[in-house]
C-alpha cells in the first residue's frame, strides 16, 4: 500500500494520544514521519502543531550531539525514548524558534 506515492512502513494508532503515527520509505534509506491529531494548535511551534511538524536529523551519537549543541549555547530539551521505534530522541529550536529533532 502507498500513501502520496510513498510505501508505508509501520502505521499505528495510539489510544493515549488518540493519533495515528505513519512512517513513509522515501527512496532506499529515507522515511517521512506523519501524525494526526484530534485537536493541534494552529501556529507551527511545537512538535505536535499543524503543519510542518518539525524536521528531524540521524545522528551517530545522539548524547555527544547534545552536548555539542549545548557547548555553544542551544537550548535542548531532555532526551526521550518513542515506544514505537526503540529509539532515542530529542528537540531543540532552530533561529525562527521552529523544532527540530535529533
Known amino acids: 500500500m502507498e500513501v502520496l506515492g510513498f510505501s508505508i512502513i509501520q502505521e499505528t494508532f495510539r489510544k493515549e494520544r488518540n493519533s495515528y503515527k505513519l512512517y513513509l520509505r522515501v527512496g532506499h534509506r529515507d522515511q517521512i514521519e506523519l501524525f494526526s491529531f484530534p485537536n493541534p494548535p494552529h501556529r507551527v511551534n511545537n512538535p505536535e502543531a499543524c503543519g510542518l511538524r518539525h524536521l528531524a536529523f540521524a545522528v551517530e551519537n545522539l548524547n555527544a550531539t547534545v552536548e ?10 531532555e532526551i526521550r525514548f518513542d515506544e514505537i521505534t526503540g529509539k532515542r530522541f530529542t528537540f531543540f ?5 521552529l523544532p527540530l529533532g535529533i
Not at 555539542?68 to 530539551?77: D, F
Request: hydrophobic residues 25%; negative net charge.
Open 68 to 77: 555539542q549543541l549545548k557547548s555553544q549555547g542551544v537550548a535542548v530539551e
Open 93 to 97: 529550536k532552530d533561529p525562527d524558534d
